[in-house]
């Protein structure tokens, strides 16, 4: 990962160049955003309820606005990805339709169907693709993303942030072009941080990188924000370093995560009397019990990795934790005991603990910085493991059978 020349060499779409421009991304898009006419969106007023379409690496989009929306939208706010519309979509309400390529089918039969019903339109996609086409009929709002966007993965603030700002126009959140601009700020500062030639000891994400590598990831946010992050991050995993990984949020999931604290991927799980059958030493037989007898947590240090079969990976924990609260409150203080808890049970479990912790500011800035440290950290994985970050042959290979292209 500390080989600019090996990395560039790899990064044949050059992911780590798009993750970078992130800020960048969130100052053009409010600059097309106010060419487009987002002060026309729903005919300036405010719609009865809000329906979000978007899906796979778009997907992200309907997850933020469903997060900034829920605690003071004066108007339901729903999510919806793929087709059928809602029947109690009508001309009173706002569909809001998000496609990359302006091709992808759920949005597209969404949008096209709202239209149908003479429901308000805000689009954001390519110019001159079907959805534009679509919405442009409609006599909606179409927002073009901009030059040089070949992946949602990399180009999701160009899909977002004219999202975020014509509900902000519409007062179903709080954001506007001051709040965006400061987010622009934050990606600006964790692409800096996170940038290839920064050394591994001192870049955040080739840190979480190495601790991820090479164990079994679980992503856990401290609450609804990081929970969202953790999807994110959940995804960027799976698709760019091709690592599966499970999620949860706090509180509704600790129970959840510490179950895993008992099964076969952390040394706790030594400890269970008559693991590997037999019962004797010998009988792990590499699949990663060392037998009764041995304590929770405890490795066995006689192992040897070219004699005996490898060891089964180990859990590793990502804890993704909001800014703390000031000045502190009753629930605020229990959720950061709770997180506390659950990450010290891992530890002693024999789990791999990393942790990101959002720095203050605006609900939306401080979830980009998250967000954008996740997205850095599964792209160096990827690196680190060989792969192309921005190629799957088999996500290839499944548009080439299904004439999917997957870019949402």
């Not at 003479?118 to 001159?128: D, H, I, K, N, S």
Request: charge should be negative; aromatic fraction near 2%.
């Amino acid at each position: 990962m500390d080989s600019e020349e090996a990395v560039a060499a790899l990064d044949s779409r050059q992911t780590l160049r798009g993750l970078a421009t992130a800020g960048a991304q969130v100052r053009e898009a409010v600059a097309l955003a106010t060419e487009g006419g987002i002060d026309r969106v729903a005919g300036g007023e405010r719609p009865r309820s809000v329906l979000v379409a978007s899906l796979g690496g778009s997907a992200v989009v309907c997850d933020v606005l469903d997060l900034l929306a829920e605690p003071g939208s004066p108007v339901p706010v729903s999510t919806r990805r793929n087709v059928p519309l809602p029947g109690w979509v009508g001309p009173l309400d706002l569909v809001i339709a998000v496609s990359l390529s302006g091709r992808a089918a759920g949005p597209l039969a969404l949008a096209a169907e709202a239209a149908r019903r003479g429901a308000a339109l805000l689009t954001v996609g390519a110019a001159e693709s079907p959805l534009a086409d679509v919405c442009a009929r409609a006599r909606g709002v179409h927002i073009d993303i901009g030059r040089e966007r070949a992946s949602s993965r990399t180009a999701l603030w160009s899909l977002l942030a004219p999202v975020l700002l014509g509900a902000g126009r519409l007062g179903l959140v709080h954001v506007d072009e001051r709040v965006l601009y400061d987010t622009a700020d934050r990606l600006d500062e964790v692409a800096e941080a996170c940038r290839p030639s920064s050394e591994s000891f001192v870049n955040p994400a080739k840190v979480l990188a190495t601790d991820l590598a090479d164990g079994v990831p679980v992503i856990l946010g401290d609450g609804p924000l990081t929970g969202v992050a953790a999807l994110r991050a959940a995804s960027m995993l799976a698709r760019t370093a091709r690592v599966p990984a499970t999620t949860g949020e706090l509180p509704d999931d600790a129970a959840q995560v510490v179950a895993c604290l008992d099964g076969p991927f952390t040394t706790a799980f030594s400890g269970v009397a008559g693991a590997g059958g037999s019962g004797d030493a010998g009988g792990s037989g590499g699949s990663g019990w060392s037998g009764p007898g041995r304590g929770a947590g405890e490795v066995d240090i006689f192992a040897d990795p070219y004699l005996d079969a490898p060891a089964s990976p180990r859990l590793s924990l990502l804890m993704l934790r909001d800014a703390p609260v000031e000045p502190p409150t009753r629930e605020s203080d229990e959720a950061l005991r709770l997180a506390d808890t659950v990450a010290d049970a891992a530890r002693e479990a024999g789990a791999r603990v990393s942790e990101v912790v959002a720095q203050p500011g605006e609900p939306v800035t401080r979830l980009a910085g998250l967000m954008a440290t996740t997205d850095f950290a599964a792209t160096y994985l990827a690196l680190g493991l060989g792969l192309d970050p921005g190629v799957s042959p088999h996500v290839a290979d499944l548009a080439d059978r299904t004439g999917r292209t997957g870019r949402g």
